[in-house]
């Protein structure tokens, strides 16, 4: 008994220890462009300057929306960007084969849909094409649908940002492949 304790102590030593390295795990000079983790939307911006516990981060004008404060981001919340042509997401480990998003590609998005939208319907589909992948498995899109609805959706929540490949609205996505 005394030595599960003693290992299951140590586990969770070891776990907080790892989370706490992970946090300060990338060091960003001012003119770095990086991407902002906002609810799985990110923003791409160029760090202006590092504070105390993160970094403050410029936004190209067309930048939006920004769901979250747009200034100062702490650091566990700001990534390197980098451009690829795919992404490869993998599931179970690499048990199960995974799935390839290639730049040019069209992906649907499903959006509970905003009451103030849209009146008659729960959820909204939205397609859109792949323009940029971030190697952390963020794609940026660029909108197809014709559907005044499906724009509204898509300007208020994801407009020119990038989208987790992850989020919940890919689920669809993620269903077809």
């Not at 220890?17 to 791409?44: R, W």
């Not at 404060?69 to 919340?77: I, K, M, Q, S, T």
């Not at 014709?146 to 509204?152: F, G, H, N, Q, V």
């Amino acid at each position: 008994m005394r030595l599960t304790y003693l290992f299951f102590v140590l586990s969770i030593f070891c776990l907080i220890n790892a989370s706490a390295q992970a946090a300060g795990k990338y060091q960003f000079e001012p003119g770095d462009t990086v991407l902002t983790n906002c609810h799985q939307i990110y923003t791409k911006g160029n760090v202006k300057t590092q504070v105390d516990d993160g970094y403050t981060i410029h936004f190209p004008k067309k930048s939006g929306p920004i769901n979250c404060p747009p200034f100062r981001w702490h650091a566990e919340f700001v990534i390197p960007y980098l451009s690829v042509p795919e992404y490869k997401l993998a599931f179970f480990g690499g048990l199960k084969s995974p799935m390839v998003f290639r730049k040019g590609e069209t992906v649907t998005m499903r959006f509970e849909a905003d009451k103030r939208i849209v009146k008659n319907k729960d959820s909204v589909d939205v397609e859109a094409e792949i323009t940029d992948i971030s190697d952390n498995g963020a794609i940026a899109v660029k909108l197809l649908s014709s559907d005044p609805e499906s724009a509204a959706m898509f300007w208020k929540l994801v407009g020119s940002n990038y989208i987790d490949l992850r989020h919940e609205a890919l689920e669809v996505e993620r269903k077809k492949r």
